[in-house]
C-alpha cells in the first residue's frame, strides 16, 4: 500500500474516532478487540479510545506549542502516559492503550479491590493452603505456615515486598484465587478499564493476562481516595514480622525484620536519587513484563501520575530514570500544554455541578465537573510510631505539605471522600 494511502487511512480512522466520541456513545463502544496471544513488538493500529480519540493512535501524542517543553529524548517504554491526578487531564501519552503483561503494578487493582473489606487489626492465621499456587520465582514477603498476621502486615508486605505470599493469602481470606481474580475484574469494569483482563491477583505472568498504561493510572488514582493506600504505598521501610522461634518450654519468642520498599523512586537506590515529592505508587518486573512502573508525585500545587511500561532500553532501574524525565516534564509543562485526552471517572460516579467559568471536558467519557462543596475530606495519615508502622511510613520525603489530590478537581463521585494534606515527614 502506498504511503499517501495510509496516511488518507489513518486520517480517516482519527476523524472518525472524533465524529464517535462527540456522538456520545459509551466508551465500549470504542474498545479495541483482545489480543489472542503475547503482545507484538509493535502496538497494534487500533487501540482502545476511552478516554480520547488520540489516545487510541499508536505513537506520542503530544500538543506541542509555544511555551511547552519538548519531551524528554531517549523514551524507550513501549508505553507510557503523564497525567494531572486532580483534572484527570492527559498531558502526553506513548500507546497509552496498548495491551501489555502488567507484572506487580497490578497489585493496586489488588488493593482497591481488597483493601476495603478487612480491618487493619484482623489476624489470619496462614494454613498451607493459603500459599498453594504461588508462581516459581515470585517475589517474597517471608510469610510462614502456621504463624498469624495481622491484615497491616500484609499489606505491608504486598506494598513494600510486593510480596505474592501476601497476595495469596488475602486472596484466600477473600473467598480464593479465583473469587479475587473475578472481583478484580468487575471492579476494572467499574472503573472503565477496557484494557484489563485479570488471570492472576499478584500479576505473575500469565497467558491473557494484560492492562495499559492508561488502566494502571485509573487503578492508582482510584486507590489513592483510600487513606490505606495511601499509606501502604508511600511507606519507605517497617518492621515484618518473622517465625516463632521456641526457646525451652516458654511460649516462644517472635523476631522481627526489616522490609524496604522496592519502589526506587521512594527508597532510593545506588544510582537512583529520591524523587523530590514522590508519594507511591507500585513498581512490578517480570519475564513477559519487563519492567513497569506506577509513580504519584506532588511539586508547586500540581500532583502527576505517571506510568512506564517497559522500556526497551536495559539498564538498570530505567523505569525509574523514564519515569522521573516525564515526571520533570509533565511538572514544567502542566499549566502550559493542551491535554491529549482525560482519565475516565468509575462508571458509578455522579457528576457534581460543574463551576461558573470551569471548561467541561469533550473527549469520551470525561468527567463534566468537580467534587462537590459537601465532599468531607478524610484526614491523612499522621506520624507512625512502633511496631511494622514505624520506621518507614515517609508520608514526606522532603519537609513540607502533599496535597494529594485536594482542591475538588478529581472527584466526579460526591460520595468519594477528597483526601487531606498528608504530612511529609523526613525520610529516616
Request: with cysteine; proline share 7%; net charge positive.
Amino acid at each position: 500500500m502506498s504511503a499517501p494511502k495510509k496516511i488518507a487511512q489513518r486520517s480517516l480512522l482519527i476523524t472518525s474516532a472524533a465524529l464517535l466520541t462527540v456522538s456520545g456513545l459509551a466508551p465500549s463502544a470504542f474498545a479495541a478487540p483482545k489480543p489472542s496471544g503475547s503482545p507484538s513488538t509493535a502496538p497494534p493500529a487500533r487501540m482502545s479510545q476511552v478516554g480520547g480519540a488520540r489516545l487510541g493512535v499508536p505513537g506520542t501524542q503530544v500538543n506541542l506549542a509555544p511555551g511547552v517543553p519538548v519531551l524528554p529524548k531517549g523514551l524507550t517504554g513501549r508505553s507510557w502516559i503523564v497525567t494531572d491526578a486532580e483534572s484527570g487531564e492527559v498531558l502526553a501519552s506513548h500507546n497509552a492503550h496498548w495491551r501489555l503483561p502488567p507484572a506487580s503494578t497490578l497489585k493496586m487493582l489488588f488493593a482497591d479491590t481488597v483493601l476495603p473489606r478487612f480491618p487493619r487489626d484482623q489476624r489470619h492465621q496462614v494454613v498451607p493452603t493459603d500459599l498453594a499456587g504461588i508462581g516459581a520465582g515470585s517475589s517474597m514477603v517471608g510469610i510462614k505456615e502456621n504463624e498469624s498476621y495481622t491484615v497491616h502486615d500484609l499489606w505491608l508486605g504486598v506494598f513494600l515486598r510486593s510480596g505474592n505470599d501476601a497476595v495469596h493469602v488475602l486472596s484466600a481470606m477473600n473467598g480464593g484465587v479465583a473469587q479475587t481474580v473475578k472481583d478484580m475484574q468487575a471492579h476494572a469494569d467499574a472503573l472503565q478499564a477496557g484494557d484489563t483482563h485479570v488471570v492472576s491477583p499478584d500479576g505473575y505472568d500469565a497467558p491473557q493476562q494484560y492492562s495499559s498504561a492508561y488502566d494502571l493510572t485509573l487503578f492508582a488514582r482510584s486507590g489513592l481516595q483510600k487513606k490505606d493506600f495511601r499509606e501502604y504505598c508511600s511507606t519507605v521501610r517497617a518492621k515484618f514480622p518473622g517465625a516463632t522461634t521456641q526457646k525451652g518450654k516458654g511460649k516462644g519468642t517472635r523476631e522481627t525484620f526489616e522490609i524496604q520498599n522496592t519502589n526506587r523512586l521512594l527508597s532510593g537506590d545506588a544510582d537512583t536519587a529520591v524523587y523530590p515529592g514522590i508519594a507511591g505508587v507500585k513498581n512490578g518486573n517480570t519475564t513477559n513484563a519487563g519492567a513497569t512502573f506506577t509513580g504519584v508525585a506532588e511539586r508547586g500545587g500540581k500532583v502527576l501520575l505517571v506510568t512506564v511500561m517497559n522500556p526497551e532500553k536495559h539498564e538498570h532501574d530505567e523505569v525509574y530514570k523514564e519515569t522521573a524525565q516525564l515526571f520533570d516534564w509533565g511538572f514544567r509543562a502542566a499549566g502550559k500544554v493542551q491535554p491529549v485526552g482525560t482519565l475516565v471517572p468509575p462508571l458509578n460516579a455522579t457528576p457534581s455541578a460543574r463551576p461558573s467559568g470551569a471548561p467541561s471536558a469533550d473527549v469520551t467519557g470525561a468527567p463534566q465537573g468537580t467534587a462537590g462543596a459537601g465532599s468531607e475530606p478524610v484526614k491523612g495519615a499522621t506520624a507512625q510510631s512502633g511496631g511494622s508502622r514505624g520506621a518507614g511510613t515517609a508520608l514526606g520525603i522532603a519537609a513540607g505539605l502533599l496535597v494529594l489530590l485536594a482542591g475538588g478537581a478529581f472527584l466526579v463521585n460526591r460520595r468519594w471522600p477528597l483526601p487531606d494534606l498528608m504530612r511529609r515527614r523526613q525520610r529516616p
